[in-house]
Each structure stands twice: as structure tokens, then as C-alpha cells.
């Protein structure tokens, strides 16, 4: 595996890169989750490319950027586990000459749930993520549907912009107990790791009801918020939404996610599900 | 010359089209200034592709999008002649489908002067611009220095969004009486045009001033203004700028830009010139 967190030397490395090329830009501090998209994108493509850079665009003014779980030397033994071709690792200043003053305005979408709750994350996600994409030059994306508005805003941005890259989403990954994994897990303390279980059995709770015929939005999401109050879970939002444009619905007629955002102790996690999917 | 209005039928002939490839954006009613541009994309590059679109999203409301000047089958003469490759003249639904959502903010520079007196104009024409990279996949992009303003956004977009394309920008072509070449001339009556001559009269009158010494921009607004009020040309700004950033300058100290916009009759037109620039 090729590490480097130079753009030149990635962009003089990539006319050799034989594609397609598959991409899967992260965070770092590596989970079986971003390890799933990789294992797609070697599936799928010729090259694989993982990017590792906490961005600082998609945190806000007292959000958790210098806490952020960085753990470099245990993401590169994974990603050369994997089989992935190169590791793009660049520092802020690679990515953000100073006087950068140019952004992706990502439309009404990015505005509700996660954008509502975190004003200009999705301005910074969108940036880095169109940034990235000039640098790798891909073919082929990978995001997890874990952060499900994230995959949306990314895919409405790719056909806005016309991007010629495709935009690949793969499930959630769970612990065998639910849990959906995150790099914010870490932050969760074993007591917190137990508590946190009720975000996804809310979301089974929608499911079933959904499964048994309850149709009406605001019916669910009592359900969920009765489930997630009584584990001393502090929710942050519930929205029964349209799968493709994140418009909140009253009734469900046709395929709806479910997405949640709660605190678990300071902790705030995200988890979603879809409605009417067959098996 | 291969003429499209389609973004797939483009594509499928991206692949075959010999590299570099140079493009020159434009909204049609082409003359001597675009096809200068052409004429520096043909000396560089293997494939010459030209847009000619109209882009809603840069006009504001009230301004002149449905009158702006169209003349599609004299702009296809004219870049056969030059030798152009490809003529990409989509309507408008192919380049803005419904629901489009995803704008390019364009920063601090984009809010002065043009941005200033035309809110969202650089948003929209940055939007389209990287559209039509994405689209066109150019290796060279070639813009007048006419539109300064334009040309600054754009570079600083394209250095921001870390593309791969190089931005070449060409002198103004002026009339043999000075008028920089506009498509918005065909709006001016003879008369018109006459006055409109002040406009320029009034950049090399700032020129002469710094020439000979004078490094104090207000003193230089001030005798350009007059000029311009004496012609019967309403200023809608003057600006003395620096001439990568375009802050406003007190003092000349390096090479600066003198901007200007103003109506002739109910026409407006914007002109420019770079002060300290060695002949």
C-alpha cells in the first residue's frame, strides 16, 4: 500500500493507477463498517483508494473536532489488510490553503435533521467531499448508509454537479447486539454501550409497527420516543422522511426512512432504518 | 464540427476527442472577443469544444435573461470557421434538472462589486462553470479578462475545488475606438455607442494618472468619474483593487485593477484595466 498526504504526489501516482478507481473517503479511526465499503470498492474495482482526514469544515464551534478519535498507524495495518491499493492521509493545510473561500451550497436537503441540528456540516461534508473527489479522480464512491442524509446530500450533489462518479451506498454495520458502529462509539462508556442499544430498537419498534400496518408518521414516532425516554436517552430529532428527498411525512404510503438523532450520557449518535423494503 | 445539446451524447464522444482538450464557455451571440479565446484554445489544444448556454441562474430578476442577444445558427458559422471541434448548446432542462439544488458559494469575492450589484450572479455563473467542467472534462479553460471579476472567481474555484484544469485568461478586444466587445453592444443605439467610448476614455485616463506618478485612488476615482459624468454615463461603481483579491485599494502600491460599471442610456456594461503592468 501506497501511504502519501501529498496531492502532487497522489496526482502523479494516479495516470499509473489502473481503473476503475473505487474511493472511499473517511475519517479514520477504522471500523468494520468503513472496512465493509472497502471490501466493496476491492470487489468492484482495479484500484482502491481510502482517504483518512478529519475535516474541520463539517465540525462546529464546540463540537467535537480535537476529540475525534485519530488513530493513523492502527488505520494503515487495516487498510493494508484489505488489500487497498493507496491511503491518502493529507493534513488540514493540504486540503485548505489559507484564504479558502469557496463552498458547496448543498441545497434544502442538507438544511433539515443533521443541518438543522448542525448548522454548515453539510457545507464542510459536501466541500471536502468534492474536493476529494478532484484529487482521487474515481470512479466509483463509497458511503454508509449509516449516515443516511450524508449519502443523500452527496448523491443530489453528484447528479447537480454532474459528476461522473458513482455513488455507491452499503448498509449499516451493527454489533451483534445493534448497535450501529461509529468512530463516537469509542466515546461511550460500557454503561453508555448498553443504553445506546434502545436507538436501534426504536427503529425495529418503527419497523414492526410499520411491518403490522400503523401508516401514521406521528403514531411511530410517539412509539420510538416512549422506547428511546424510558433508556434515558435525550433525542435530538425522530423524522419519518421521504427515502429520497428527507421531506417528513405524515402518512406512508411508500418506502420512508426513519432517522434518528439522540444523546446517549454527552454522546450524540445517529441511526436510521428504512420502512417497506422487502427482505 | 460535431454540434449537441445532449450532456450523454457529449459523453459518449468525450473518449474519442484527442487530449488536451480547451474550452471556451460561452452565451452565444459570439464575436472578436470569444473568438480570440477560440483561436488561443486551437493554438494549445488537440480538441476544441465551445458551449454557447444562457444561464438562467446567472441573471437576477428584472435583468436581461430573455432579451439577452441569441443567435445559435450565426455562432455555429462562425466556430466551423475557426476550426472548432465540438459545439455544446444545451437547452436549458438538460443543464438544470427539476429540484436542482446544489450551488457553488463563491466567497468574499464573488460579494464585491459585480456580486455586489448583481446578488447571486457569481453563484450561478461559478455553479455553471463547474457544471460544464464536469460535463465538457477539459484540460484547459480559456475566459476574457473583460469580465475580470469572472475570471478571479473562477481561478479561486478552481484552486479551492482543487481542479484539474488550467485557466487561461485572454486580453479584452476592443473596437478600433476603444469600446470593449460585449455581446450587451447590440442593446446600444449609435448614439450609444459613441458615449459608451467614455467608458474606456475613462480607464486610460487612469492610467495616464498612475503613469505619471499618481498612487492615490481616490484622486483617480474622483477625475474618472467626472469624465464619466461629463459623457452622460451613470457610474454604477468604480473600484481601484488589488488585482488577484480585488480588495479595494486606498494607496498603489503593486499592480492594481481599475473596475467600472455604468449605464449607457438603460445598457449596462462593465470594462476594466490593470494599472502597473510593464508593456
Redesign the interface.
Known amino acids: 500500500m501506497i501511504t502519501t498526504s501529498s496531492?502532487k504526489e497522489y496526482?502523479q501516482l494516479t495516470c499509473r493507477l489502473p481503473r476503475p478507481i473505487g474511493f472511499v473517503p473517511t475519517m479514520g479511526s477504522l471500523h468494520e463498517g468503513h472496512l465493509s465499503l472497502v471490501r466493496a470498492a476491492r470487489k468492484d474495482c482495479k484500484t482502491v483508494v481510502v482517504s483518512v482526514f478529519v475535516n474541520p469544515a463539517q465540525f462546529g464551534p464546540g463540537e467535537d473536532f480535537t476529540t475525534y478519535p485519530r488513530n493513523i498507524e492502527k488505520d494503515g495495518t487495516l487498510l493494508t489488510k484489505e488489500g487497498v491499493d493507496v491511503l491518502f492521509a493529507p493534513a488540514a493545510n493540504e486540503i485548505y490553503?489559507p484564504g479558502?473561500?469557496?463552498?458547496?451550497?448543498?441545497?434544502?436537503?442538507a438544511k433539515r435533521l443533521e443541518g438543522a441540528a448542525r448548522p454548515g456540516h453539510f457545507r464542510g461534508v459536501?466541500?471536502v467531499v468534492?474536493?476529494l473527489f478532484?484529487?482521487i479522480?474515481p470512479d466509483k464512491a463509497y458511503f454508509g448508509q449509516k449516515d443516511a442524509q450524508q449519502t443523500l446530500v452527496i448523491r443530489?450533489?453528484a447528479?447537480?454537479?454532474?459528476?461522473?462518479i458513482g455513488i455507491e451506498t452499503l448498509p449499516t454495520i451493527r454489533t451483534p447486539e445493534g448497535l450501529a458502529l461509529s468512530s463516537r462509539n469509542h466515546y461511550l462508556s460500557n454503561d453508555e454501550k448498553v443504553k445506546a442499544l434502545a436507538l436501534y430498537q426504536s427503529l425495529k419498534l418503527a419497523k414492526e409497527l410499520h411491518d403490522n400496518g400503523e401508516r401514521d408518521a406521528s403514531v411511530i414516532k410517539t412509539h420510538m420516543q416512549t422506547l428511546l425516554s424510558a433508556a434515558g436517552i435525550k433525542t435530538d430529532y425522530i423524522s419519518v422522511a421521504d427515502r429520497r428527498s428527507l421531506e417528513e411525512l405524515n402518512l406512508i404510503n411508500e418506502e420512508a426512512l426513519v432517522l434518528l438523532a439522540g444523546y446517549v450520557g454527552r454522546t450524540r449518535l445517529i441511526d436510521n432504518i428504512l420502512l417497506g423494503k422487502q427482505p
Chains 1, 2 share one sequence.
Open positions: 496531492i496526482r490553503l479558502h473561500d469557496t463552498w458547496i451550497e448543498a441545497g434544502g436537503m459536501a466541500t468534492l474536493k478532484n484529487i479522480s443530489k450533489m447528479q447537480d454537479l454532474n459528476l461522473k
